[in-house]
């Protein structure tokens, strides 16, 4: 299970299974690159492990199926696409579940090590971990969470988890490991999140998932100019790839961040392909 | 002699343990429909305000009820804690048109968004009420006879067999 990433689930077709950061087809007895070994889904199946995930209650999830996903104990994801139902342009639910994308988050522990290391001295800098999609920032981000609470002096730390990926929190408490001092704002959009918890919260260092659009960039600067620092990530293939992306070529402009982690696949989720400077300058691979 | 009273004695228990039984069986019906329509008062007013988990509202609901609703309720708890991908709900002696609502009330539960969810309980405590209505208008008029009827139809039978 250890090695189990992410199950993929469409009605009528053959289960995927992410098995160390490779998709096969998951079969009676195992994994297998071979289609005709394959379970295949029923036409309902999306649907009843969606409501079995949601313990019978739908509609205490539905605001989350509105934004395409619920968590469920132990921080997995569920995914959801079908039929949208709208109106007055807002989502009201989906209907007719077609598949599902259950996600399972790992804990590595001191995966982060090295990234902690190079950011870390009297201060924190602020980072930003540059990753295409499933390849562990979303690990990196909870394990350096961890490692700060280690750090003294304590250093306050607040996770603003929009999609409930970091810590996950279920019921009043994170489900996964993201340290002693470490606070949890989840499911609220970036800018808010943002603007609440340094209001609310007054954390040293803030820590999110993914970000991509001018609010969440303005949300950063935001932040970084009320002093607090921040360790981020955004979806990109390598640091090259970042500055091509809106936006972010006026974040490298200013130097905002102060190391660039990029991440791969290469080796398994994880994989450190090189960390740079506030320059762009490759400091380590 | 003594053969023939004891068997006028017989008729009149059997008569009157008949009449009791239907008696019982119209309030237990009374009842459950009662204690169906308090549980989609629960259910909505929970929805619409807590949000608790479906399981969570009936196991609340399971340790103030007392009622064979109990039965039905416990039987929905087992399927959704379990890997079976049939719901089984017993009769509990309804009839069969109250019997197909009642079945498609537990299949429906939670299966929808907020809105949906509570439009459904809302027709479907409607639907209760009817039901309970005609039984209670029913058991005003018969339900105490039971007993009373059975008692005579025994000495009735009784006293041909003498």
Do not use: W
């Amino acid at each position: 299970m250890d090695r189990v990433y992410e199950l993929r689930i469409r009605n009528g077709y053959p289960i995927l299974i992410n098995y160390n950061g490779k998709f096969c087809y998951l079969t009676k007895t195992g994994i297998s690159d071979s289609k005709a070994d394959a379970l295949v889904s029923s036409d309902k199946l999306a649907g009843e492990i969606l409501l079995r995930a949601a313990q019978f209650s739908l509609y205490a999830v539905n605001s989350q199926i509105c934004d395409g996903y619920i968590t469920i104990s132990g921080g997995i994801r569920i995914g959801v696409v079908g039929e949208v139902v709208t109106e007055e342009d807002k989502i009201k639910t989906i209907k007719n579940i077609s598949s599902v994308n259950i996600r399972i988050p790992h804990e590595v522990y001191d995966c982060a090590l090295k990234a902690f290391n190079i950011i870390s001295g009297d201060t924190i800098k602020n980072t930003l971990i540059i990753s295409p999609p499933g390849a562990g920032k979303t690990t990196l981000l909870r394990d350096l969470s961890r490692l700060i609470s280690e750090m003294r002096p304590i250093q306050n730390v607040l996770i603003i988890d929009e999609r409930c990926e970091i810590a996950a929190v279920t019921g009043s408490r994170p489900q996964l490991n993201v340290g002693l001092h470490t606070d949890v704002i989840s499911n609220l959009r970036k800018k808010n999140a943002f603007y609440k918890g340094i209001r609310s919260m007054s954390p040293n260092i803030i820590i999110t998932d993914e970000i991509a659009t001018d609010e969440d960039i303005e949300a950063i600067d935001y932040a970084i100019n009320c002093g607090v620092t921040i360790i981020a990530s955004t979806h990109a293939a390598d640091q090259l790839d970042l500055l091509n992306k809106d936006g972010f070529d006026k974040l490298v402009r200013r130097r905002l961040f102060k190391r660039y982690i990029v991440l791969s696949n290469k080796f398994g989720p994880g994989t450190y392909d090189g960390i740079y400077d506030e320059n762009m300058v490759q400091i380590l691979t | 002699m003594e053969l023939k009273l004891l068997l006028l004695f017989a008729a009149v228990i059997a008569g009157t343990m008949t009449g009791f039984a239907l008696f019982k069986r119209a309030d237990r019906r009374e009842k459950y429909f009662e204690s169906l329509i308090k549980l989609c008062d629960r259910l909505i007013s929970d929805i619409r305000f807590s949000q608790n988990s479906v399981s969570v509202i009936l196991k609340n609901f399971l340790s103030e009820n007392k009622t064979a609703l109990n039965t039905n309720v416990n039987e929905y708890l087992s399927y959704i804690s379990t890997k079976d991908s049939v719901l089984t709900i017993s009769k509990n002696g309804l009839k069969e048109t109250e019997y197909t609502y009642v079945k498609s009330f537990f299949e429906n539960l939670g299966t929808s968004d907020s809105s949906t969810q509570l439009l459904e309980l809302e027709n479907a405590k409607s639907k209760f009420n009817g039901f309970y209505e005609e039984i209670q208008k029913r058991n005003k008029s018969y339900s105490k006879n039971y007993i009373k009827l059975g008692f005579l139809f025994g000495l009735a039978l009784g006293i041909i067999l003498l």
